[in-house]
């Protein structure tokens, strides 16, 4: 994904480490408090550990300082349902506290709190905190929000409490204001999810493997909703026998868990257990345990409903993007089952080489560009059936709408096909036509042959994200450049995959690189104007660190990650590099890059030690 400044005001999200320098003015946060001699380690079984966190069942779970703090009254609203916590807005000398004891589990190395958070107030100051809202857990304080912070709508915090794993710790809200002039601080969907292993099982194969997916959907009038069948075809690859499997309902991030966007039910082939991470992952128990070799298939219906709102899933007016919203497998490896919770920064979408076919019937008055190659058909009176099918991808995304739709065929021979919305010229449609066919040719040329068939470009100025990549299909403003980065990303994420959450330069850095090449940039100023915000920030670093400091994602991700790849190109020279490239390509073709083998290749092509380039560039792995 290409981001845009806009992004640093769509996903405030904050972390333990950075909320002192995220708010202004705020109380210094203190370091973790180490836990006691933990417990030893145990499997870690994903949870969400707060209870009534949407304030649905009135206070249960939770001790209010007085019976105002919890409720549906008029005045404020609910993120979601009809409840929240409304601490203070009295407008004279007060105090409100709402607080729960939660019980994060030992054995599991990840511990994230979210909540979502409004603040109105009648203080008109720019400079002073005359109310405040603190936010603890334990001993900890984590942030400290006032007055200052005042914001339209709700928006969502996340701290990492990972340090508090094997401890029964209270989870506490204190809300003060002084003696005139109200502030409101309104609280809701809190959720404290856990996940990962501490101890991860010695077997690294990535499984379930070699997934089949083979889904049937039908559309309302408006292509807003979707209702079906989808069923999954996968295999154990690895030694350890396999008894869950884990479903990603990425969307689920954009509605809360009282009115989910995407809805599984009626599961077959196994057991369908709880909702964890915010409800974007759905553990399915299988009916009996798999050994290596051996294959299942798991089937559910399917309910998709698209909110409103230009983004990667939403829709604008007339047109539907349709991302992330096919429950996709999670990955199990040596670290345990990956199910990190979605970011809004970047992505968070990791998953293996699979199949699709996918089956979209729709009104024909809508057009329906999708991953794959697609075929239509007459379906009933005024209904068209598409036909999307796509081999060795990693996910699956389509769109909906009375497009403008204008197709080409590159040099080399892949067919493009451009979707406007209304409002895109046909002369901006055009050059993004003959940016597509360059990009892709000069991508192809430098990594390896585009494998699937069509590419399509929905084209619309009003993504506030800039552009987003899914294979064989992306999303995108009216802008060369960023085109021919979305079309990169069918390389690094698409053929060569990548934990997007854990090493988002990965796919990030390899693409703004490739986008360089491509527009016959060398990066010569690159490194014009570097600034290390601190010594924690690397190149390297998880999205878990760059949404505690997303004004520095793009920055570091994109800028120095192309810039140190720029300096590797001159380290090794031109040739080298761009053999090096091609062949790490060729040898990741439908697998998995990782940082410890990218450096490894890098090594094995120069007889010079490239440890202090490493050390330098802050590539670490």
Request: glycine letters at 8%; aromatic letters at 10%.
């Amino acid at each position: 994904m290409r981001p845009t400044p806009h992004k640093a005001l769509a996903a405030s999200v904050l972390v333990l480490a950075a909320s002192a320098a995220a708010l202004f003015p705020a109380t210094p946060a203190a370091a973790a408090t180490p836990p006691a001699a933990a417990p030893a380690a145990a499997a870690c079984t994903p949870a969400q550990v707060v209870g009534n966190g949407g304030f649905e069942s009135g206070t249960s779970s939770w001790t209010q300082s007085s019976t105002t703090v919890i409720t549906s009254r008029t005045g404020q609203s609910a993120h979601g349902g009809t409840a929240f916590a409304w601490l203070d807005g009295v407008g004279s000398t007060h105090t409100d506290t709402l607080s729960q004891s939660v019980t994060i589990p030992s054995g599991c190395s990840s511990a994230s709190l979210t909540f979502w958070l409004h603040i109105d107030t009648a203080e008109t100051t720019s400079s002073t905190a005359y109310d405040k809202l603190t936010a603890k857990i334990g001993s900890t304080t984590l942030a400290t929000y006032s007055n200052l912070n005042k914001a339209t709508g709700y928006a969502q915090k996340t701290f990492d409490v990972s340090a508090f794993a094997g401890q029964t710790v209270t989870l506490a809200f204190t809300g003060t204001e002084d003696s005139s002039l109200q502030t409101s601080f309104v609280l809701d969907d809190i959720a404290l999810n856990t996940s990962g292993d501490t101890s991860p099982p010695a077997d690294s194969t990535r499984t379930p493997a070699a997934p089949a997916y083979t889904v049937n959907l039908t559309s309302n009038t408006s292509g807003t909703g979707w209702t079906g069948h989808e069923s999954v075809t996968f295999t154990n690859a690895s030694a350890t026998a396999l008894s869950e499997v884990y479903l990603r309902l990425w969307d689920n991030y954009h509605g809360t868990c009282s009115a989910m966007p995407i809805v599984v039910s009626n599961v077959s082939g196994g057991t369908a257990g709880s909702l964890s991470v915010a409800c974007t992952a759905l553990q399915i128990s299988l009916a009996s345990p798999l050994a290596q070799g051996q294959s299942a298939t798991i089937g559910f219906d399917l309910a998709i409903t698209v909110p409103s709102g230009a983004d990667r899933f939403g829709y604008d007016g007339a047109f539907v993007n349709i991302g992330n919203a096919l429950p996709v497998l999670a990955v199990k490896d040596g670290a345990g089952w990956h199910l990190d919770p979605y970011t809004n920064n970047g992505e968070s979408f990791y998953s293996l080489a699979a199949d699709f076919k996918v089956t979209l019937d729709h009104p024909t008055s809508l057009l329906v560009p999708a991953t794959g190659t697609s075929v239509d058909t007459a379906g009933s009176s005024g209904r068209t059936v598409t036909t999307a099918t796509a081999s060795k991808v990693r996910d699956f995304a389509w769109a909906a709408g009375p497009f403008t739709k204008i197709s080409g065929t590159s040099t080399a021979g892949t067919a493009i096909n451009i979707y406007s919305v209304t409002g895109i010229s046909s002369s901006s449609a055009q050059s993004m036509l003959s940016t597509a066919k360059s990009a892709v040719d000069a991508h192809a040329a430098r990594f390896g042959a585009y494998p699937y068939g069509e590419l399509d470009a929905v084209i619309d100025n009003n993504y506030w994200f800039g552009g987003m990549e899914y294979p064989g299909f992306v999303l995108d403003l009216v802008s060369t450049t960023a085109l021919t980065h979305e079309i990169g990303h069918q390389w690094f994420y698409g053929i060569v995959g990548d934990d997007e959450y854990n090493s988002p330069w990965l796919d990030e850095a390899f693409t703004d690189y490739a986008t360089d090449l491509a527009q016959g940039k060398t990066g010569t100023s690159c490194w014009s104007s570097v600034s290390w915000a601190s010594s924690a920030e690397k190149i390297t670093n998880s999205m878990a660190y760059w949404d505690a400091h997303s004004s520095r994602y793009s920055t570091v991700v994109y800028g120095y990650g192309k810039c140190a790849l720029h300096d590797l190109r001159r380290q090794l020279g031109d040739t080298v590099m761009a053999n090096l490239l091609k062949s790490y390509a060729a040898s990741h073709w439908y697998g998995v890059s990782t940082t410890a083998e990218f450096k490894a290749a890098a090594q094995a092509v120069t007889t010079t030690d490239l440890t202090s380039f490493w050390s330098t560039h802050r590539i670490d792995g």
